[in-house]
């Protein structure tokens, strides 16, 4: 597991099924969390992969599996995610294995981002996360 992935485990502080079938998780990531480092020093901004990472992690939680992502559409980036925002991740899977799952990223501004990711799981994983 990478560092990035550790961190945002960590960072995470609860998912909750919601009533329409997502689920949502939480995360407050810190200025000095890894995903910000050189993104950019002067103003740092979360790197739209580790936002698409975000709803992997997510997704991880729901399905019990090690995801990687092996598709993304739709993808849409609309406000700057930074240091110390809440950020609530809502995924949407289209079925029991996570195989595809749609994402939106919401602060207190507002929609960050949306995407569908294509996830296939981890060869080798034997264990969910």
Do not use: Y
Not at 41 to 51: A, F, H, M, S
């Amino acid at each position: 597991m990478n560092r990035v992935r550790k961190e945002l485990i960590n960072a995470m502080t609860s998912v909750q099924q919601g009533e329409t079938g997502q689920w949502v998780s939480h995360f407050r990531l810190p200025v000095s969390f890894v995903g910000f480092e050189g993104h950019f020093p002067e103003r740092p901004i979360l790197p739209g992969i580790v936002q698409m990472l975000m709803g992997v992690v997510t997704a991880e939680r729901i399905c019990g599996n090690s995801l990687e992502i092996s598709a993304i559409s739709n993808a849409k980036f609309v406000q700057p995610v930074s240091p110390d925002m809440d950020v609530a991740v809502s995924c949407t899977p289209a079925n029991k294995e996570c195989s595809s799952v749609n994402v939106r990223l919401t602060t207190e501004n507002g929609v960050a981002s949306s995407f569908t990711l294509q996830l296939a799981r981890v060869a080798g994983s034997t264990e969910g996360v």
